[in-house]
């Protein structure tokens, strides 16, 4: 077949950085596919050449979390599927993963097909989506399903804030897990406990708080760490691995980080915003300054969050970072101008991830490229089941890859990004690392900070179900840990009689103790004494004969996941 130079790329004198080893090669490109990497390349003439001398080259990043023209609490998004992607590549962010939220009663289908239809016209960068799980029922369980055999969807949110909206209890939550347990997808859950939410800012606006301080004084750390410890049993409980999307502070952090070291399949996303920036800003004079800050969770007050964060992250606690890009401009965030719970909540990062990371993960001296890498892309590609498609450069993966200045400088500012929003959360840091050249599908679409990119030119990838990088050790730990019933002769002995209401009189049970008038209807402890929970029972009523046995006592071998009892997996 006859090649344009269009089609062909060679990357020359670059040091390739993949997550888990750095080279000097170069890196030639047919057709938007990898075909080469290595030293002294043959390439057919006519082949497009870029420079790399000097820099790293490495994979194009995987923003995990955006929200481009979400319809949310009565606008949308500014920054949409043309703008958000278009200012993600400028950044060096080669694919975004965006999310379908459907109402409440809402088939999660359609709203998936609306998010590829408005996604599909305008992208110019690929992208994958999440689903929201924002109410439950049967027929929610079944298209989850359907969404993963035919939709190319392998993972769903769910939110335990947004009271009145999105927000799912417990029950919906477990049964949610559950399924997402039975078809292989991976749970994720925006951790916040909505009910003191909602409680909280009713005080606050009566204390005649209205501004955006308002926001975070009613939804504080440990607000966040409860859900984040909830979730993370729950979904335990039921044996489903689980993603913690927009960590924002170091308690919440920190439940990510025991609950893995208890052996829990749970992963943590840190966000742009959360390693770049601070919650002081809901206390600046300027209102809309405060208020362009406003997201849920919120920044955190504790300026040294971002510090902590990025060394969990760096150490392997957490493990990708996404942005929650949803940007409303000056006049949208002014919905809120007398009611905190009013401000549209969200905030930028899509463009400036890659530089914020770089300068407070590789130049702070935390993370080697590698790690960087692996933070910024390889691992969202592994946890979502893309690799090695995307998030390596190699052989036969997508070439998604940027070159990398890591000396050069900018200042971020909203007055020279990309972005269709007004405001930028960054404004005023100076940032090593920019990309100099990106590169999507193998075409270049930034030279020399130059954006060339063309709406509609990205694609959706699909991300298939059963991820090994997730589900790789679930099927195993649910064979080990099955719970086994302990082979026993029958109990012989005398058998309680229970009258209707479940009490006997000590004399007729043949149980005897100290006071006679306590009875215990529970078995004994595991080491025979008696249940403290029932030491304080009393008689009343009839009794009837009731010959039920006992439930059988339960072993459960080693349970990874914790200590927890009923831990089956
Ligand atoms: O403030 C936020 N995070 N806005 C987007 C919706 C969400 O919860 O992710
Ligand atoms: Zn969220
Ligand atoms: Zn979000």
């Not at 058998?495 to 209707?500: D, H, I, K, P, R």
């Not at 402890?525 to 403290?532: A, H, M, P, Q």
């Amino acid at each position: 077949m006859l090649l344009s130079a269009q089609n062909r790329l060679l990357i020359k004198g670059g040091r390739v950085v993949n997550d888990d080893m750095m080279q000097d090669a170069d890196v030639y490109i047919e057709d938007g596919i990898i075909k080469q990497v290595g030293l002294n390349l043959h390439t057919p003439g006519g082949t497009r050449v870029v420079e790399a001398k000097g820099h790293l080259v490495i994979p194009g990043g995987i923003d995990t979390h955006t929200h481009m023209q979400l319809p949310f609490m009565g606008t949308f998004a500014v920054d949409d599927f043309y703008t958000g992607t278009r200012a993600a590549l400028a950044g060096g962010t080669t694919m975004i993963m965006d999310f379908a939220l459907p109402q409440r009663g809402e088939s999660l289908v359609e709203a998936y097909h609306r998010w590829r239809t408005w996604a599909d016209a305008k992208v110019c960068c690929d992208y994958a989506l999440h689903v929201g799980v924002t109410w439950w029922s049967d027929k929610v369980g079944e298209e989850m399903q359907e969404l993963t055999e035919e939709n190319g969807i392998n993972s769903f949110k769910m939110f335990m804030a947004y009271k009145d909206t999105w927000q799912l209890g417990d029950e919906d939550l477990l049964k949610s897990f559950k399924r997402c347990k039975e078809i292989g997808a991976l749970a994720q859950v925006h951790a916040e406990n909505g009910d003191i939410i909602k409680e909280n800012s009713r005080k606050m606006l009566a204390l005649g708080i209205t501004g955006p301080e308002g926001h975070e004084m009613c939804r504080s750390e440990e607000v966040e760490a409860e859900a984040t410890n909830r979730a993370c049993v729950l979904a335990n409980q039921v044996g489903c691995p689980l993603y913690i999307v927009h960590v924002m502070s170091k308690s919440a952090a920190d439940v990510v980080s025991s609950k893995r070291k208890q052996g829990h399949i749970v992963f943590g996303e840190p966000i742009a915003a959360s390693l770049g920036t601070n919650g002081t800003h809901y206390w600046h004079k300027c209102w809309r300054h405060a208020a362009a800050h406003v997201m849920g969770p919120p920044l955190r007050p504790d300026p040294d969050t971002p510090r902590y964060l990025m060394d969990l992250l760096a150490n392997g606690d957490l493990q990708t970072t996404g942005t929650d890009n949803c940007t409303f401009s000056a006049s949208q965030k002014a919905l809120g101008k007398d009611d905190f719970t009013k401000i549209p909540n969200g905030v930028n990062g899509v463009e400036d991830r890659m530089s914020v990371i770089w300068e407070k993960g590789v130049v702070s001296g935390k993370m080697d490229p590698c790690r960087f890498v692996a933070v910024t892309s390889t691992n969202a590609a592994k946890v979502f089941n893309i690799y090695p498609k995307k998030g390596r450069i190699a052989v036969g993966s997508d070439a998604d890859i940027v070159v990398w200045n890591p000396h050069a400088t900018r200042v971020i500012s909203a007055k020279t990004h990309h972005q269709a929003v007004d405001f930028n959360i960054f404004e005023g840091m100076e940032v090593h690392g920019i990309a100099d050249y990106v590169i999507c599908h193998g075409r270049v679409v930034v030279e020399e900070g130059e954006v060339r990119a063309v709406s509609g030119m990205g694609k959706f990838v699909p991300t298939p179900s059963h991820c090994p990088h997730v589900y790789g050790r679930v099927q195993e730990r649910d064979r080990t840990n099955a719970p086994c019933k302990v082979e026993r002769a029958p109990y012989d002995g005398p058998v309680t009689q229970l009258n209707g209401q479940g009490r006997v009189p000590v004399q007729e049970s043949g149980i005897m103790a100290a006071n006679q008038e306590t009875f215990y209807t529970r078995g004994p402890t595991r080491s025979g004494g008696v249940n403290l929970h029932d030491s304080s029972f009393h008689v009343s009523g009839a009794q009837v004969n009731d010959k039920s046995p006992k439930r059988p006592s339960v072993k459960v071998n080693n349970p990874p996941g914790g200590k927890t009892s009923g831990s089956f997996w």
